[in-house]
């Protein structure tokens, strides 16, 4: 069965240090890739993808994460995080191919401690 | 331009009672999906509509849940009779249409509709 992997369920981590989302998932021919976001009494917003090409890509305020296909990985990255980011980070799979079904991962719970 | 809509945003109903959630897509967008997330799992997919006919109920739990498509723009979905084990957050999204051109279409969520059954 195709599934994701996020083995941390928490995170907290200091402002302005760097932090590591894991993401892992079970092989396929053909992925896309995606993490999304839940902030606080909101809905679920689209952080970044990867459908083909450079193995790393970015969002807008500074995540990344790279698609690495030996590993099955799709960890997800940033250098110095915000208060701002306290969020639940769900990493995500589109298996192509198939019908238009993402399946999540249980999500990782990113708390920024002042 | 919107984004995903759902109603209500949160609902309290005892075991053996009926509820029905709406979701209204994006504008123009054919495909909707239906998710659920139960406390502590995965975000699991329910079903995909496209237009009004149900392309894929793969993940429609057992036969007290019925989603509906009419007119291929609002969606409902209906659990009757609810079960403790049916709470949880559901979520609708929406995407384009675009066939096999596209390599995907992506999928706007809603923010969720917080279903507890007492």
């Known amino acids: 069965a195709q599934s994701v992997t996020q083995l941390d369920s928490q995170v907290p981590v200091f402002e302005e240090a760097p932090v590591e989302l894991r993401c892992n998932y079970s092989?396929?021919?053909?992925?896309?890739l995606f993490w999304y976001v839940q902030y606080p009494n909101q809905g679920l917003q689209l952080l970044l993808k990867?459908?083909?090409?450079?193995?790393l890509v970015e969002s807008i305020n500074g995540f990344e994460a790279e698609f690495n296909k030996s590993q099955t990985s799709f960890h997800l990255r940033k250098p110095s995080v915000h208060i701002s980011d306290t969020a639940e980070y769900f990493c995500?799979?589109?298996?192509?191919?198939?019908?238009?079904?993402?399946?999540f991962g249980i999500g990782t719970k990113l708390q920024v401690i002042p | 331009e919107a984004g995903v809509t759902q109603f209500p945003s949160h609902s309290v109903i005892e075991k053996g009672q009926t509820v029905t959630l709406r979701c209204d897509p994006i504008?123009?967008?054919?495909?909707l999906y239906w998710y659920r997330r139960v406390m502590g799992k995965e975000i699991k997919f329910l079903l995909h509509?496209?237009?009004?006919?149900?392309?894929?109920e793969s993940g429609m739990p057992n036969n007290r849940f019925l989603a509906e498509r009419t007119g291929g723009t609002y969606s409902t979905l209906k659990v009757q009779p609810a079960e403790l084990e049916d709470s949880g957050v559901y979520f609708c999204?929406?995407?384009?249409?675009?066939?096999?051109?596209?390599?995907?279409?992506?999928?706007?969520f809603g923010p969720g509709t917080r279903l507890t059954v007492l």
């Open positions: 509509f496209v237009k009004e006919s149900k392309q894929d």
């Open positions: 995500a799979v589109l298996y192509s191919g198939g019908y238009q079904k993402v399946t």
């Open positions: 092989s396929s021919v053909s992925v896309y």
């Open positions: 504008s123009g967008h054919d495909n």
């Open positions: 990867y459908l083909s090409g450079s193995t």
């Open positions: 999204a929406s995407s384009q249409g675009g066939g096999s051109s596209r390599p995907y279409n992506e999928q706007f």
